[in-house]
């Protein structure tokens, strides 16, 4: 059974459960830290497990691979993805869910890592631009992202091509509106849509050829 | 002056488009390489190349300076001002410092201290520390303990220009007349909140009024629009007993190095500037910025490096802005169109900054001979602007442009054909008519005349910016033994692909393909580079990059030519090999070419002569080419007159730089400037909040910038135009592709409605309320 906790709820319980926020400004302060007598419940009603505020052993699989990391309760997926493993392909521009940079796949659907924290992911699996490419080569839809030009400063580059690859498993033969939904929360300030969509479209002709 | 090198004289295709050239002759110094033939007789330039760095970026492994990590590297967070205006009476910093991970600390406000102690707006720093991890910087700001004296504030640019309003400098605290990446004119006059004018006159402007069968008055306002670039800025600096080394999401590696030499008294030799991949930085990252000074000194209490990175909010509040304009237009013309007079008076604001000016639109665009300008600065207790792709022409062609086509309705001439007869330029009179001819001009209705509630309408403006060149640029061209090439500079890709041209303009001097070159740019080791602002990298980089090409392809040849027993100059390079003239099958492959060298490498580095032809004007490090950059968009709109929402359906830029030296990269810039245009148009404003002087959208959902559904079917046209006043006659594109967006799109807007909206940003409430369609005090 897997904890559900949205960063928000969770923000939301520390607020309710004062006592764990004390703790953890007592702990900072490099005192003692207090008991604890909040009891957070979970969205659905069910009893939280308690982790933290120390940092707690968790196992990611990552891009096909086991890989072990010790995060806060409160690291979000993309900073353990960023500074615990060392995976600085996946980006973060706004950190709360406005632009999609830090596009991953949680179990193949994109999702914006800033959102969602490492300890809630357990046994599903993430994939990042660093695993994209195959032994084979590039992922078509990179290999188009270069043909077109659909990127300048690559900043928003890799959440925008996880996006993109996603949208064409879901959907092998989009039209321009559906790359265009796809990727409508995506933010490109070097305005590269026009050669984004473009690249999509021509990777999902290229993938079903191949097939 | 250094004596003049030898010269010699060349002749060069001339002219535009890529048949009919005409031919001009220049005097050109004779160690560069010869004219360089028009594109479509050239191998590689001026073909669609893929970016070098391109695979770096889709698989995520190019590393931006957030991506930097050194080992033992510690984490700044600045404390900001809560406050708009106030004095800092004290600031507590003991429980901090005792934080367990918390390594190094800063006051930048000095309690005592009346210049370092006030601060001018909200989000400007006061203090900064390094700590041990993000999280623990983040806690330990929490427990610095500050206390304000509140000033009086004001923070909107009408009531700033008040008497009455509170003044935001002092005579000590005004800034000395240069704005962050944009030059500001220095010792003009302040008073209140007002400094200026910076004045413009030109022939005697009352006398032309006098002339004018048709004065034409209007009143333009621009907002403040932020650069969002979605790498944030940020820096890693490592203070060591070498020296400084320095990662930086930077415009100006060269520049970012001179500032820390001056700021912390080390010789340009001991300081060290790198960035490899790097997020966007529109006029933003010109410079080396408090949170860079902050990083450097952060690195030296600590002994560590130290990275500083700044959080969306940051970005927001505290790393610069295109300023808020306020101008009043006034226009004499005669009734061919004629103009006798152009009068303009603006005020701006920059926050505690200088540059809100609104460029040279006004004086410069348009052929006229009595010009009278003065242009204010007003101080408001906001952020710092600084450059913003085409500052300063942006507003003044937001202004100009509108008040063009409101001439020409008075005068009752198409807006095409008025502009035909006043703007002096060639190349953007062929701009015009190679946009009105796709967008089928002829076609457009009168303003309001659609049927229904969705009208539409179709609109043009004009860009106008100089074409800047850097001096100080200078590039390296190795060849080594085993045949490989190098080409080499400080000049740092942003992501406008400078790196690919570099590697185009060396391939072609050296017969090989692009992917064949090595692209070594973004540090400070290599020779000085350009800043990648003012639309000057590729202008000022790719020639000396082909000189030095050239110049190593020379000592190959000669190599060459002993082995192969002809004279030098009866060889050429040539897809991958070194061959005799008119007998391809003699010759020899490149790399037993290289293998010939007595040493491993050899080398060649040039830097930027001045345009053949010379400079139209010189100031420093910078010049400006004689030819000004055009750029012409039309825009078609639709607009429901019942939501007020604008939509824009089509834009056809038609746009010049000079040779195009790689068309799909240029293509792709061009989409940038008329995306930024149109998000600034419809949806960019920074919001102030009167009473507590905070930004409320300080972030990238409630600031709203233009998405993939709002972007419009781009058409880019893109003209050659060959002057023969470089090794390469290239040019820039950045900031024409931004100026005349704006305006083509109001002017769309009132052909659809028939009513002019002469304020930023064009929302639906804007355009009820020209349509008088919201109710009174809503």
Same mark, same amino acid.
């Given at each position: 059974?897997?904890?559900r906790?949205s960063?928000?709820?969770?923000?939301?319980g520390?607020?309710?459960?004062?006592?764990a926020?004390?703790?953890?400004a007592?702990?900072?302060?490099?005192?003692?830290?207090?008991?604890?007598?909040g009891?957070?419940v979970?969205?659905?009603?069910?009893?939280?497990?308690?982790?933290g505020?120390?940092?707690?052993?968790?196992s990611?699989?990552?891009?096909?691979?086991?890989?072990?990391?010790s995060?806060?309760?409160?690291?979000?997926?993309a900073?353990?993805?960023?500074?615990?493993?060392?995976?600085?392909?996946?980006?973060i521009?706004?950190?709360?869910g406005?632009?999609?940079?830090?596009?991953?796949?949680?179990?193949g659907?994109?999702i914006?890592?800033?959102?969602?924290?490492?300890?809630?992911?357990?046994? $599903?699996?993430?994939?990042?631009?660093?695993?994209l490419?195959?032994?084979?080569?590039?992922?078509?839809?990179q290999?188009?992202?270069?043909?077109?030009?659909?990127?300048?400063?690559?900043?928003?580059? &890799?959440? /925008?091509?996880m996006?993109?690859?996603?949208l064409?498993e879901?959907?092998?033969a989009?039209?321009?509106?559906?790359?265009?939904r796809a990727?409508?929360?995506h933010l490109?300030?070097?305005?590269?849509?026009?050669?984004?969509?473009?690249?999509?479209?021509?990777?999902?002709?290229?993938?079903?050829?191949?097939? | /002056?250094?004596?003049?090198?030898?010269q010699?004289?060349?002749t060069?295709?001339c002219?535009?488009?890529?048949?009919?050239?005409g031919?001009?002759?220049?005097?050109?110094?004779?160690d560069?390489?010869?004219?360089?033939?028009p594109?479509?007789?050239?191998?590689?330039?001026?073909k669609p190349i893929?970016r070098?760095?391109?695979?770096?970026?889709?698989?995520g492994?190019?590393?931006f300076?957030?991506d930097?990590?050194?080992?033992?590297?510690?984490?700044?967070r600045?404390l900001?001002?809560? /406050? *708009?205006h106030?004095?800092?009476?004290?600031?507590?910093?003991?429980l901090?410092?005792?934080?367990?991970?918390?390594?190094?600390?800063?006051l930048v406000?000095?309690?005592?201290d009346?210049?370092?102690?006030?601060?001018?707006?909200?989000?400007?720093?006061?203090?900064?520390?390094?700590?041990?991890? =993000?999280?623990?910087?983040?806690?330990?700001?929490?427990?610095?303990?500050?206390?304000?004296?509140?000033?009086?504030f004001?923070v909107?640019?009408?009531?700033?220009?008040?008497?009455?309003a509170?003044?935001?400098?002092?005579?000590?605290?005004?800034?000395?007349?240069?704005?962050?990446?944009?030059?500001?004119?220095?010792d003009? &006059?302040?008073?209140?909140?007002v $400094?200026?004018?910076?004045?413009?006159?030109?022939?005697?402007?009352?006398?032309?009024?006098?002339?004018?069968?048709v004065?034409?008055?209007g009143?333009?306002r621009?907002?403040?629009?932020?650069?969002?670039?979605?790498?944030p800025?940020a820096?890693?600096?490592?203070?060591?007993?070498e020296?400084?080394?320095v990662?930086?999401?930077?415009?100006?590696?060269s520049g970012v190095?001179?500032?820390?030499?001056?700021?912390?008294?080390?010789?340009?030799?001991r300081?060290?500037?790198?960035?490899?991949?790097m997020?966007?930085?529109?006029?933003s990252?010109?410079?080396?910025?408090?949170?860079?000074?902050?990083?450097?000194?952060l690195?030296?209490?600590?002994? =560590?490096?130290?990275?500083i990175?700044?959080?969306?909010?940051?970005?927001?509040?505290d790393s610069g802005?295109?300023?808020?304009?306020?101008?009043?237009? $006034?226009?004499g013309?005669?009734?061919?169109?004629?103009?006798?007079a152009?009068?303009?008076?603006?005020?701006g604001?920059?926050?505690?900054?200088?540059?809100a000016?609104?460029?040279?639109?006004?004086d410069?665009?348009?052929?006229?001979?009595n010009?009278d300008?003065?242009?204010?600065?007003?101080?408001?207790?906001?952020? &710092?602007?600084? =450059?913003?792709?085409?500052?300063?022409n942006v507003?003044?062609?937001?202004?100009?442009?509108?008040?063009?086509?409101e001439l020409?309705?008075?005068l009752?001439?198409?807006?095409?054909?008025?502009?035909?007869?006043?703007d002096?330029?060639?190349?953007?009179?062929?701009?015009?008519?190679?946009?009105?001819?796709?967008?089928? #001009?002829?076609?457009?209705?009168?303003?309001?005349?659609?049927?229904?509630?969705?009208?539409?309408?179709?609109?043009?403006?004009?860009s106008?910016?100089?074409?800047?060149?850097?001096?100080?640029a200078?590039?390296?061209?190795? =060849?080594?033994r085993d045949?490989?090439?190098?080409?080499?500079?400080s000049?740092?890709?942003?992501?406008?692909g400078?790196?690919?041209?570099?590697?185009?303009v060396?391939?072609?001097?050296l017969?090989?393909?692009?992917?064949?070159?090595?692209v070594?740019?973004g540090?400070?080791?290599?020779?000085?580079?350009?800043?990648?602002?003012?639309?000057?990298?590729?202008?000022s980089?790719?020639? &000396?990059?082909?000189t030095?090409? #050239?110049?190593?392809l020379?000592?190959?040849?000669r190599?060459?030519?002993l082995?192969?027993?002809?004279?030098?100059?009866?060889?050429?390079?040539?897809e991958?090999?070194?061959?005799?003239?008119?007998?391809p099958?003699?010759?020899?492959a490149f790399?037993?070419a290289?293998?010939?060298?007595?040493?491993?490498?050899v080398?060649?580095?040039?830097?930027?002569?001045?345009?053949?032809?010379?400079?139209?004007?010189?100031?420093?490090d910078?010049?400006i080419a004689?030819?000004?950059?055009?750029?012409?968009?039309?825009?078609?709109?639709?607009?429901?007159?019942?939501t007020?929402?604008?939509?824009?359906e089509?834009?056809v830029?038609?746009?010049?730089?000079?040779?195009?030296?790689? *068309? $799909?990269?240029i293509?792709?810039?061009?989409?940038?400037?008329?995306?930024?245009?149109l998000?600034?148009?419809?949806?960019e404003?920074?919001?102030?909040?009167?009473?507590?002087?905070?930004m409320?959208?300080? @972030?990238?959902?409630?600031?709203?910038?233009?998405?993939?559904?709002?972007?419009?079917?781009?058409?880019?046209v893109?003209?050659?135009?060959?002057?023969g006043?470089s090794?390469?006659?290239?040019?820039?594109?950045?900031?024409p592709? @931004?100026?005349?967006?704006?305006?083509a799109?109001a002017?769309?807007?009132?052909?659809?409605?028939?009513?002019?909206?002469?304020?930023?940003?064009l929302t639906?409430?804007a355009?009820l309320?020209?349509?008088?369609?919201?109710?009174?005090?809503?």
């Amino acid at each position: 059974m897997r904890a559900r906790i949205s960063r928000r709820s969770f923000l939301h319980g520390s607020a309710l459960t004062t006592a764990a926020a004390t703790s953890a400004a007592a702990a900072i302060a490099g005192a003692a830290a207090a008991a604890v007598s909040g009891r957070p419940v979970t969205e659905q009603g069910r009893e939280a497990v308690r982790l933290g505020p120390e940092a707690v052993r968790i196992s990611l699989t990552i891009n096909g691979s086991a890989r072990p990391v010790s995060v806060e309760p409160r690291t979000t997926l993309a900073e353990a993805l960023r500074d615990a493993l060392g995976l600085t392909g996946t980006k973060i521009a706004c950190d709360r869910g406005a632009c999609s940079a830090c596009t991953v796949w949680l179990d193949g659907q994109p999702i914006c890592s800033c959102m969602v924290l490492a300890i809630e992911i357990g046994a $599903r699996h993430v994939t990042t631009i660093e695993g994209l490419a195959s032994a084979a080569g590039l992922h078509p839809v990179q290999t188009a992202f270069i043909e077109h030009d659909a990127l300048q400063c690559g900043f928003c580059t &890799p959440g /925008m091509l996880m996006s993109c690859a996603a949208l064409l498993e879901r959907m092998p033969a989009p039209d321009a509106q559906d790359v265009e939904r796809a990727i409508s929360g995506h933010l490109c300030r070097c305005g590269c849509y026009p050669h984004v969509v473009a690249a999509t479209l021509e990777a999902a002709a290229v993938r079903r050829k191949r097939s | /002056m250094t004596t003049p090198s030898p010269q010699r004289t060349e002749t060069f295709p001339c002219g535009l488009g890529a048949d009919g050239l005409g031919e001009v002759t220049r005097q050109i110094p004779a160690d560069e390489p010869p004219p360089l033939p028009p594109n479509s007789q050239l191998e590689v330039i001026g073909k669609p190349i893929a970016r070098h760095n391109g695979r770096a970026k889709v698989t995520g492994a190019i590393r931006f300076t957030v991506d930097v990590t050194l080992p033992g590297l510690l984490h700044g967070r600045i404390l900001r001002s809560a /406050m *708009p205006h106030a004095i800092i009476r004290s600031i507590d910093t003991s429980l901090a410092a005792r934080h367990p991970g918390v390594r190094a600390l800063v006051l930048v406000a000095r309690p005592g201290d009346a210049l370092s102690a006030t601060v001018r707006y909200v989000g400007a720093p006061v203090a900064a520390l390094a700590a041990e991890s =993000a999280a623990a910087a983040e806690e330990a700001l929490r427990l610095i303990r500050v206390q304000y004296d509140p000033l009086p504030f004001v923070v909107e640019l009408d009531r700033a220009r008040a008497p009455s309003a509170p003044l935001v400098h002092d005579s000590v605290s005004v800034p000395r007349g240069h704005a962050s990446g944009f030059p500001a004119p220095p010792d003009l &006059p302040l008073h209140g909140n007002v $400094r200026g004018p910076a004045t413009l006159q030109r022939g005697d402007s009352a006398q032309g009024f006098a002339q004018a069968d048709v004065v034409l008055e209007g009143e333009y306002r621009t907002q403040v629009q932020t650069h969002c670039c979605l790498e944030p800025h940020a820096i890693v600096a490592d203070w060591g007993s070498e020296g400084l080394t320095v990662y930086i999401s930077t415009q100006f590696t060269s520049g970012v190095r001179h500032e820390l030499a001056e700021a912390f008294g080390l010789p340009l030799s001991r300081v060290r500037v790198v960035v490899d991949g790097m997020g966007g930085g529109f006029g933003s990252k010109s410079m080396l910025g408090n949170y860079g000074r902050l990083a450097v000194v952060l690195s030296r209490q600590a002994q =560590a490096p130290v990275r500083i990175a700044l959080d969306r909010q940051e970005e927001q509040i505290d790393s610069g802005n295109r300023p808020a304009t306020w101008q009043r237009l $006034r226009i004499g013309a005669r009734n061919d169109g004629s103009l006798t007079a152009i009068a303009l008076r603006s005020y701006g604001t920059a926050g505690v900054a200088l540059g809100a000016g609104v460029g040279n639109v006004a004086d410069a665009l348009y052929r006229c001979p009595n010009v009278d300008t003065a242009q204010y600065d007003v101080f408001i207790n906001a952020g &710092p602007g600084c =450059a913003m792709r085409g500052p300063g022409n942006v507003p003044g062609a937001w202004g100009m442009e509108q008040a063009i086509d409101e001439l020409a309705e008075r005068l009752v001439l198409d807006p095409l054909l008025l502009r035909d007869r006043i703007d002096a330029s060639p190349v953007r009179r062929e701009e015009r008519r190679i946009g009105a001819e796709r967008v089928d #001009w002829r076609r457009r209705h009168a303003p309001g005349a659609d049927a229904g509630v969705v009208k539409r309408g179709l609109g043009m403006a004009q860009s106008l910016w100089g074409a800047n060149v850097q001096i100080n640029a200078a590039c390296e061209v190795r =060849a080594l033994r085993d045949g490989s090439v190098e080409v080499l500079s400080s000049v740092q890709d942003i992501g406008t692909g400078v790196g690919t041209v570099l590697a185009q303009v060396v391939a072609e001097v050296l017969g090989l393909r692009p992917e064949a070159i090595t692209v070594r740019i973004g540090d400070t080791e290599f020779p000085a580079g350009p800043p990648s602002y003012g639309s000057r990298t590729t202008a000022s980089i790719t020639p &000396p990059a082909r000189t030095a090409a #050239w110049q190593v392809l020379q000592s190959l040849l000669r190599e060459a030519a002993l082995a192969l027993e002809v004279a030098p100059d009866a060889l050429m390079a040539r897809e991958g090999r070194i061959i005799v003239r008119g007998e391809p099958s003699r010759g020899m492959a490149f790399r037993d070419a290289t293998a010939l060298l007595r040493t491993d490498c050899v080398s060649a580095v040039a830097s930027r002569s001045d345009d053949y032809g010379g400079f139209r004007r010189r100031m420093g490090d910078a010049a400006i080419a004689q030819q000004d950059l055009g750029g012409v968009q039309f825009a078609a709109v639709a607009v429901d007159t019942e939501t007020g929402i604008v939509r824009v359906e089509r834009v056809v830029a038609v746009q010049d730089c000079g040779r195009p030296l790689n *068309p $799909r990269q240029i293509e792709s810039q061009v989409h940038g400037g008329v995306l930024m245009g149109l998000s600034f148009a419809l949806f960019e404003e920074r919001i102030i909040d009167q009473q507590t002087g905070r930004m409320v959208n300080p @972030n990238l959902e409630q600031y709203r910038l233009a998405g993939c559904r709002e972007t419009p079917q781009i058409e880019v046209v893109l003209l050659e135009n060959y002057q023969g006043r470089s090794a390469t006659d290239a040019y820039g594109i950045a900031e024409p592709s @931004n100026i005349a967006t704006a305006p083509a799109i109001a002017n769309a807007v009132y052909n659809a409605i028939g009513v002019r909206v002469r304020s930023l940003p064009l929302t639906p409430g804007a355009i009820l309320g020209a349509l008088g369609k919201l109710r009174a005090g809503a």
